[in-house]
T-cell receptor, first 117, second 112 residues
């Protein structure tokens, strides 16, 4: 079946511009996650959705970052007034959270490579 | 101090070698321990997970957790060039779902 898809795959933007990154999770997956991976760094958690609500948004680095999820499916991560330090690969993952079952099997998309010039 | 520490390498081994990859973590509350493999320009894929202490084996891969020393390991036997990738350890709290906390990743190269 179809995996997690993300668009665009690459995005180059000028400092100060806004960008929107999109994630399509695996159909039926209730949980959706955004992570950021900078050069030579591990994955840094940004935000977690369960359905359309975000019980954990503790990783968003500043108020320039926001995310929403609609219809329990597609999610959009928005970065306003981009800065050079926002350059990274933004990864989306989804999982099926079920009571009594292992819920950490997160399936990742290929990522969006963001470059801020 | 980072919650999960992992030597970034790079690590280069000859084909057929046994590879040992390791992480340490700081919070004794973590319950789930995972290893992800990430090929260049791809998203990570889950290799193995363990709950609490102990060993888990899957083919050529063995995951080991020692909660007393807060140490997790992944062993790869009979390594192959196709194992060349970045290996990321991750830990999760005891809740259902939620964020994972990742190590920096170790870049492994298996030479034919």
């Amino acid at each position: 079946g179809a995996g997690v898809s993300q668009s665009p795959s690459n995005k180059v933007t000028e400092k100060g511009k806004d960008v929107e990154l999109r994630c399509d999770p695996i159909s039926g997956h209730t949980a959706l996650y955004w992570y950021r991976q900078s050069l030579g760094q591990g994955l840094e958690f940004l935000i977690y959705f369960q359905g359309n609500s975000a019980p954990d948004k503790s990783g968003l680095p500043s108020d320039r970052f926001s995310a929403e999820r609609t219809g329990g499916s597609v999610s959009t991560l928005t970065i306003q007034r981009t800065q050079q330090e926002d350059s990274a690969v933004y990864l989306c993952a989804s999982s099926l959270v079920r009571l009594g079952a292992f819920s950490y099997e997160q399936y990742f998309g290929p990522g969006t490579r963001l470059t801020v010039t | 101090q980072k919650e999960v520490e992992q030597d970034p390498g790079p690590l280069s081994v000859p084909e057929g070698a046994i590879v040992s990859l390791n992480c340490t973590y700081s919070n004794s509350a973590f319950q789930y321990f995972m290893w992800y493999r990430q090929y260049s320009r791809k998203g990570p894929e889950l290799l193995m997970y363990t709950y609490s202490s102990g060993n888990k084996e899957d083919g050529r891969f063995t995951a080991q957790v020692d909660k007393s020393s807060k140490y997790i390991s992944l062993f790869i036997r009979d390594s192959q060039p196709s194992d060349s990738a970045t290996y990321l350890c991750a830990v999760g709290p005891g809740n259902q779902g939620g964020k994972l906390i990742f190590g920096q990743g170790t870049e492994l190269s298996v030479k034919p």
